[in-house]
């Protein structure tokens, strides 16, 4: 392979839109160059890494197993020329500016409408990309520079990632208005013997409250399980389960959906709602802008 010095930095910029867009067409039009100065770029990719990089497939252009491999080393490095050729200031009102952010649609529901509402003030060249997760984990998308923020649940943080906890979430159990099991109190017998929904994005693990319980001795029963929150009170509202959710879901739901609200029947843990970013970003003033508005918003959910 050649030396950096012997490499146009550009076929590197063509290679990350075409990963990314998996179509010469789009990555051509990604980049703002023609159609065929693209297939010109690709052939130089190919013979510069000795691989074909990309094969046809009647779902389109399909990275091979080395363009895959090289692809995350070269998006962490754009980025990094990118924010060194960005200027070290950031101001809001005239900036334009797209952030994504990975997070999940109770977040979404509860922090993103006021969040934009004060973009649309303060910063009205600034988009939001939001791409869905819901694992109870940081995606490997901030190491890549794929994503400049993720907004959720998380245990622990990786090497290398900083994070900064927004809120606190406490359970509330849920039940249609006119349950034939539940009256005026929500018993643990009762709770045990009706069917509960689950929120969960990978199928067989446990939830918060799966765990509380097995530290009792004790187990639910699961009548269905999903991988959105804004399921859970819906579903709900239309048969006999219950559903253990976020106080700040239920206060958006049990109004319109008539939905009756209890403690829940022996102690559950709260969420911890927070923010994780990888290093490579910290220092950014565009970033540490978005993350300090973000932390504001999200203070007065409580």
């Known amino acids: ?128 990309e939001l791409v869905p997760w819901g694992l109870h984990e940081v995606p490997p998308s901030l ?12 245990d622990k943080v990786p090497p ?33 013997e009706l069917p509960h929904v689950l929120v969960s994005q990978r199928p067989g693990s446990p939830g918060a409250v799966d765990r509380a319980l097995a530290a009792r001795g004790k187990s639910r029963i699961v009548g269905a399980r999903v991988s959105h929150f804004l399921l859970a009170p819906i579903i709900v509202a239309r048969t006999d389960m219950v559903a253990a959710v976020s106080a700040l879901l239920a206060d958006v739901f049990a109004p319109a959906l008539r939905l009756r609200r209890f403690a829940p029947p022996i102690p559950l843990p709260k969420g911890r709602v927070g923010q994780v970013w990888h290093e490579q970003v910290d220092a950014d003033p565009a970033n540490r802008w978005l993350r300090t508005i973000i932390a504001e918003e999200a203070r007065k959910l409580g």
């Open 1 to 128: 392979m050649a030396e950096l010095r012997a490499v146009n930095l550009n076929l590197l910029v063509a290679l990350d839109a075409l990963v990314a867009e998996r179509s010469v067409t789009r990555a051509a039009r990604r980049v703002g160059v023609t159609q065929s100065a693209m297939s010109s770029s690709l052939a130089q990719l190919r013979a510069l890494f000795d691989d074909p990089l990309f094969r046809r497939t009647s779902h389109g252009m399909e990275p091979t197993p080395r363009a895959i491999a090289i692809a995350a080393d070269i998006r962490v490095g754009l980025s990094s020329f990118e924010r060194a050729l960005s200027p070290r200031s950031f101001d809001p009102k005239t900036a334009q500016r797209s952030f994504v952010v990975a997070t999940s649609d109770f977040v979404e529901l509860v922090l993103l409408p006021r969040l934009l509402e004060r973009l649309a003030r303060e910063a009205p060249g600034v988009r939001l």
């Open 143 to 154: 190491e890549r520079a794929e994503a400049d923020l993720m907004i959720g649940f998380y």
């Open 160 to 192: 290398r990632h900083r994070h900064a906890l927004l809120f606190d979430d406490v359970f509330t159990c849920i039940v249609r208005r006119a349950h034939p099991r539940v009256k005026s109190k929500l018993t643990l017998k009762t709770w045990l």
